[in-house]
Structures are given as structure tokens and as C-alpha cells.
């Protein structure tokens, strides 16, 4: 498993203002729902039948495979002639946001997760297509940077550009550095040197926040905010996605602290969004079931989130015994 440097929880995933230094969130049963995960199909570590797998033995019912700009893993998953899965697999996406005009965002992102999306959408496809080309250039030019950093990590990476259907990213980049002995972790290596300001960073490109929302809305899915923690003190901009079709907001996400769930639960409520939850899992500084220990999804959750979208798990999942 990687060190984390700082010895605390991994500071990129805390992404805003908000500190999240409370107590934590104590887990009233464990999670039967993750709905924010990620795969090898972007930027996680596992292949997507080991993360199923691996969520499934911790007693995982309803998971959502959130790629980044990416339906492949879900598309592999969900193969004809592939082995039944042992939970209710959601179709999902994350799109990075690229937020121009809005300040004082993490990155000048807004990371907008799409969950329960039409697989066979062509303009979505198309659309996502678009985003992981920016995402390839923005890899290429990541690595050149590098480069001329005195810190190469081309082979690596020209190996991982020859994937089809994935999406890459920044942390493929940090394994990278970490691997040639440049950074002494991925987070290490996020802070270091490819965040935004840093010595490697290269802007992003693609959908903005309206966009993103529009084409998850086109393909069947829901909308939701992804981890904006500084939700609560940005009332109006939320109020403002919301007016634009947001329709859910991550509330129980694990690198919240406990105030700031029950604070993302009455903002949920007051904007009428449907609240959700995950682990954001990608497995770089521990295994699933450590993740999942202290993850808290409360089963209603799920079933919002199959109300909101107007459709029924295959098999009642979670919260089926009084129908
Ligand atoms: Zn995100
Ligand atoms: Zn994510």
C-alpha cells in the first residue's frame, strides 16, 4: 500500500475550502450502497470485475461504476456471456466540469456524476468520445512537461494511451511518477507537482457544469453534484445548478466528516435534490473493504435514487421487504 506523506486522510480527495477535521462519520450498519466508484477504465486501480467483486464480499447490493468519461467498464460488466453480477450495477459516469466564471472552485472544477445513463446513447457516447480526446491531450502534454521537468515517464505512459475506450488522468500520471521513484505517492505527486499551479499543470478542456448536466439529462441519467463540500456556504451557486437541472447532490461521500454530511443533507433537502452517496473509491492507499469500513450510505439513498430515475433495481436490492 502507498504512504500517504502528511499521515493523514488523502488531502486531494478533500477537494475545497471546507476543512474536514470533525469527527467522523460512524457507520450505523455497513453500507449495502456505493454509488462513486472508479475503475482501471479511468482512474482507479482495480479491473472492474475485481472492484465488483471486491464490494460484492463486503456486502455491497446497489454499486455505481463512475468512471471518468467512460461507460467501457460498465459496457464489460454487462456483456452478454459475462458471469451474473452479485449486485445491482449502475451505469455511471464523472465528468469533470470545467467551470469557467465560477471562482473559487477546487481546480476550477465541478465534478458532476451521472449515474443510471443510457448505455446505448450515441450523442452521450459521442459526447464522452470528445472528452477523453481532450483528456488524451491533456496527458500527452502532462507528459512532455515532464519531460523537459527532468522527470520522464513516457514509457509508462505511452503504454496507457493505448487502451481504447479508457479515460486518462492525472493519477495514471502520479502511479507513473511514483513508480519511477519521482514522488513518494500518488497524493504526493497530485500536490507536488500536477495541481493546478504546480510545475506539470496543464489546464483542462471540455464540458462545462450546464453542458455536463444537459448531456447526463439527455442520456436517462441522473445529474448529481460530486462532492462539493462547500455546498453549504454556496447556497445560491447549487441553487443556480439545480435551476439548470440538477437533480441530486453527494451527500454521504466518505471524505466528509459527520457535520458536513448533516449539512449536505439539509441543503439536499431544501433544493429538493435527491441525496447520494459513495465511496469514491480508486485504490490507491487502501483496499476496498478498508474503504468500505468507513463508508456510510444509508439504504434510502438508493431507493431515491431508482425513484428519481423512474425504474426499479432488477431485484429489489435494498429496502424491498415492505413491497
Ligand atoms: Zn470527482
Ligand atoms: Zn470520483
Known sequence: MAED???????FQNRGSRPMSGPPVVPRYPSRVDLHTHSRRSDGVLEPQALVDAAAAVGVRVLALADHDTLAGVRE??????????????????????????????EGELHILGLGVDLDDEAFEAALDR?????SIRFGMIVARLRELGLPVDEGAAVMRNSPGSSLGRPQIARLLVAAGHASSVDAAMQTLLARGKPAYVPRYGLGPREAIDAIRAAGGLPVLAHFADGPSRRALVAELASQGLRGLEVHYRHFDAQTVADMAALATDLRLVPTGGSDYHGDVETYAEAHASLFVPDEDAEAMYAALGRQPVEPAVGGASS
Open 77 to 106: 460488466l454487462r456483456a452478454p456471456g459475462q458471469a451474473e453480477l452479485l449486485l445491482e450495477l449502475v451505469a455511471g459516469v464523472e465528468i469533470n466540469s470545467v467551470a469557467s466564471g465560477i471562482d473559487r472552485l477546487w
Open 5 to 11: 506523506p502528511s499521515g493523514g486522510p488523502v488531502r
Open 131 to 135: 472528452q477523453r480526446e481532450s483528456r
